[in-house]
Structures are given as C-alpha cells and as structure tokens.
C-alpha cells in the first residue's frame, strides 16, 4: 500500500533501462481535534485513520488542541493507531493550543509526534470519575496503570520513558522546545506545509511494515467531521449540555403553562433529549441531576403557592448546588463553569419572580369588569336620584339603576360608592 517509486521499462535496442518516477496523486490527510476527547471525537479519529489507509495517503495529521477526555475513547483512539498500515502524525498546533491528559498520551502513541511554537503537552495524570472523593487505594491503582500504559507506549515509539511516566505520576507539562529536547516528541514545526518538509524521509514502523515518508510535495486533504459527529462533538461539551437541560426545562414549563402553545413543547422536548443524550458521555452525578429538577419544581410550586419567597430561596440553593456537583470530575474542563451557572440561575430567578411578581399584580388588581369593577367609577345621573326613590346613571357606558342618601338631580356627576345587587350606591361629586 506505501510503495513509494513505480518502476518503468524501457526497451531501446539491446539496452534494457529501468527508471523509477515518484506515484502520481501523492497526498496527506488531516484531520482536525479540538476540545475534550469523547466517544464521538474518537469514533472521528478512527474514520480518519480508516480513510487515509483506504486512500493510500502518505501519511494521517491529527491536528490537536485538547484539554484531555474520557480514558475510554482515548485508549479507543491509541488502539487504532498502533494497529494502522497508515502513519500517524500528531501535531499540537495552532500556537498556543495544547496536549494535554489523554491528548498527551495519543500524542506518545503516534509514529511521529510534532509541536508547533508556543504550545505545551504533558499533565497526563489519570482523573477518575469519582473525582477528589474518590477511594485512595483506587486512585493509586489507576495511577499506577496508567504510568505503565504510557511508559509502553514510549519504549515502544522510542521517546523519553521517564518523561512520560512523570507527566502522569507528577503532572509533568513542557513547551515545544523543552519537549523536544527531552525527546518526547521529533520535530517542532511552524504550520502544516513545515511539518511536511521535516518529516519528508522519516521511516516509521507501521503495523504491516516499515514506511519511508515521501511529503515533501504532497498535497493535503482535510477530513471534515461528519454533521452527525460536529453536533454530537458540540454538545458533549459539558456547559452546552447544561444549558440544553435547562432550556429543555423551560420549554416543558411555557407548554404546561401555554397548553397548545406547540413550538415551546417541542423545543424543550429536542433540548431535553439532546442533554440527556450528551449526559451519556459525561461523568453524571445523579445527586446534582436530582437537585436541578427539584429546583424546577420548587419554582413551579412559588407560582401555585404563596410561600413569600421560601420557595425561591430554595430553588435557588437547590440550582446552585445541583449546578456545581452535575458533572462529577475534578478536571476543570468536564465541569460546568461558573459564567455559565450564574447567568442559568440569575435568569431562572428573574423569570419566576417576574411571574410570580405579575401574579401578585393581578391578584391585588380591582377588577376591571362586572359589578364589582364599577365601585370608584365616576357616572352621571340619568334621572333623579333621592334617598326615597331610586334613579338612573351611566356608568362606563352602562345604565344602572341607582340610590343615594341624598337627591341628585338629572346631569349631575356622581361616584360610585358600592353596588348591591343591580343597584348601585352613589355620592354626588
């Protein structure tokens, strides 16, 4: 498959002459990683690799910037790379981007690893689900699996081992520079077009053999991720799924409050599936789920229940801390951040208390039509009115028939004071 010459006879008289040219097509594939490493990054990576051996590409860049990820999906992608016919390059770029945790370890498990200036790799050491409550001795065994899995995965590439054991028992982390003269990577490169002048010649062992590189004037392909896999990608992201839930709350609620209201039903019912569908991917505390929910329904209940702000105070506590213990990792980038939890809870709050507020108003509100909305309404007399016989009015463009304590004659302006029945009760003004 990585037959770089073809070979070509010419037969000219007696003299046999056998020219080898370069295989027409040459090319490289890219492929792009950005963000936490999950199930559906993973399942990108290996499409790659599955499309640049199928296309006989020279070579597979992933081109990396990721904070870490799941240990599943990354031992997912580690596999496939040391099965591959294909070489894998794991370039940390752009300027800045970095490789860090499980990215660290998929990038000492590619043929050639390179950085570009300005990024960092390392902090490889293992999280576990049960982040910082999690059971010492368990801690340490997985610490000390993972030491060993990336100590073979550095003997086996011919890098430093004890750098690699160290990025996972002590967080060691180093530049572009530091990394490459540790040997922890080969080559340190500015763009992509670089990275493929270095590499030109480099032989690599490959699954089915020894490959010698051939970039030097390959042209590259990108590997797009597929819709499905850029939606799925986006919304594993912890802070999207929050708000996927939230909003998915909230349309439930408009439809319950709206019966055949539609649109907002079926957004939040979408929202909802979504964040659930993302939750399967993430380090779920079932305790903060529960807290979240509770909030809804303490919210929901300051609408129905006049408990003079105890129920939102305790919606409140209980988003907050449902909020912060959601996602159960002590790695930053698996938590829902705090710019996104006090806009959430800010919003929520400002919502019910705006509805509960608009509530109260209504309540406290003179009615505005029947007999009881004509007290205070100022009418003028019809017929005359006195304290023996009743008269007439118009009030607010009603005839009512009307009494008085005292006589009011016919064109007079007159308050109303009360109603009895269909009577009115007036004063003169």
Known sequence: MHVRTRFLLLVAGPVIFIAAYSAPGQHVDVARLEGVIAPFSARYLVRAIDQAEEDGAECLIIEMDTPGGLDESMRQVIKRILAADVPVVVYVS?????????????????????????????????????????????????????????????????????????????????????????????????????????????????????????????????????????????????????????????????????????????????????????????????????????????????????????????????????SVLLIDSSEPFLRVSWSVIIPAVLTTVAFFVFAVGMGLRAQLRKPATGSEGLTGLIGVVRSPIDAESEGTVLVHGEIWRATSDERIEKGERVKVTGVEGLTARVTRV
């Open 94 to 322: 752009p300027g800045g981007a970095r490789a860090a945790s499980a990215g660290a370890v998929i990038a000492l498990a590619a043929h050639i690893a390179a950085m570009a200036p300005g990024t960092n790799i390392g902090a490889a050491h293992p999280v576990t689900i049960g982040g910082e409550g999690t059971d010492e001795v368990l801690s340490e065994k997985m610490t000390r699996d993972a030491a060993a899995y990336v100590r073979a995965l550095a003997e086996r590439r011919g890098r430093n081992v004890e750098w690699a054991e160290r990025a996972v028992l002590e967080s060691a982390s180093a530049t572009e520079e530091e990394a490459l003269e540790l040997s922890v990577i080969e080559y340190v490169a500015l763009s992509i077009p670089g990275l493929l002048e270095k590499i030109d010649g480099h032989e690599v062992e490959v699954a089915s053999g020894t490959v010698t590189l051939a970039t030097r004037e390959a042209a590259t392909r990108q590997i797009a991720m597929g819709l499905r896999d850029e939606v799925f990608h986006v919304i594993t992201n912890p802070n999207v799924a929050y708000i996927l839930f939230i909003l998915g709350f909230y349309g439930l609620l408009f439809e319950l409050q709206n019966p055949g209201a539609i649109f907002p039903g079926v957004v939040g019912a979408i929202c909802l599936i979504l964040g659930f569908l993302a939750f399967q991917t993430l380090p779920i505390n079932y305790a903060g789920l529960l807290l979240i929910v509770l909030a809804m329904i303490l919210f929901i209940l300051e609408l129905k229940v006049p408990s003079h702000g105890i129920l939102t105070i305790g919606g409140v506590a209980a988003m907050v801390l449902g």
